[in-house]
């Protein structure tokens, strides 16, 4: 989770230290010295800002404090849009973000898809390092649902299996199973992208989906 973020006088400072009665924050410029401490929620000191550090219109600061609070509640929440997540806090912050228009919401959208790409794992380049990066996340059981269940799967044969407990709990239910492979849309480095659907109440289901190396029926 990133520092907080405080506008002051038009300018945009980080919190450095959060104790009981003091709180120090610190310019967010790089390279600016401007230092704001507040004891017992009023300013005891301030510091200069460098000459090229100027206090921004009203709307950058409402725009970039809305930026900041959403990348940090995207970083904990992964499974929400970043839309939701921006809409969501306009909701709370209401008149503090009383300036800012849908070009603004869309400049957010896209710094919350980039905080979010810091955490992503390298993306792998062959087949190698895919199989080494699934055997890694299946030993670790770190690819889960948003609900926390399992997701992947792996047989004695070493085949992947993309699925949760929800899911085959309802394979049992479905009153037929339905499987096919996708060529022009498998994952990358591999050869076609296996997906078994359930039919149930009118409804055709994905459940499951196998990553496979080939395209021969034996697999």
């Known amino acids: 989770m ?3 973020c405080k506008i002051f006088e038009g300018y945009a400072f980080t919190q450095k230290k959060d104790r009981e009665d003091t709180n120090v924050w610190t310019c967010s410029k790089k390279n600016c010295n401007g230092r704001i401490v507040f004891c017992n929620g009023t300013m005891t000191s301030s510091s200069p800002h460098i000459s090229q ?4 219109s009203t709307r950058e600061q409402q725009r970039n404090m809305l930026r900041h609070n959403a990348k940090r509640k995207a970083t904990d929440d992964l499974s929400s849009r970043p839309l939701k997540i921006a809409r969501q806090l306009l909701n709370v912050q209401g008149a503090q973000c ?12 896209r710094s ?21 990066f699934l055997l890694a996340a299946f030993e670790e059981k ?19 299996m993309f699925t ?10 479905c009153t037929s199973l339905m499987g096919d492979g996708t ?3 498998a994952i990358q480095h ?4 296996y997906t078994i659907h359930g039919y149930k109440d009118g409804y055709h289901i994905p459940l499951a989906f196998f990553p496979l190396n080939g395209k021969s029926e034996e697999l």
């Open 112 to 132: 919350i898809h980039r905080e979010r790409h810091k955490s992503w794992p390298e993306i792998p380049k062959s087949r190698e390092e895919l199989d080494k």
């Open 98 to 109: 009383s300036e800012l228009c849908s070009k603004d919401l869309d400049l957010v959208r």
């Open 53 to 56: 550090c100027v206090p921004k």
């Open 142 to 160: 770190s690819i889960k649902t948003s609900m926390g269940e399992l997701f992947l799967y792996r047989s004695d044969s070493g085949m992947y």
């Open 190 to 193: 591999s050869c076609q992208l």
């Open 2 to 4: 990133g520092r907080k």
């Open 164 to 173: 949760c407990e929800t899911n085959l709990r309802m394979m049992s239910l």
């Open 183 to 185: 060529f022009d849309r």
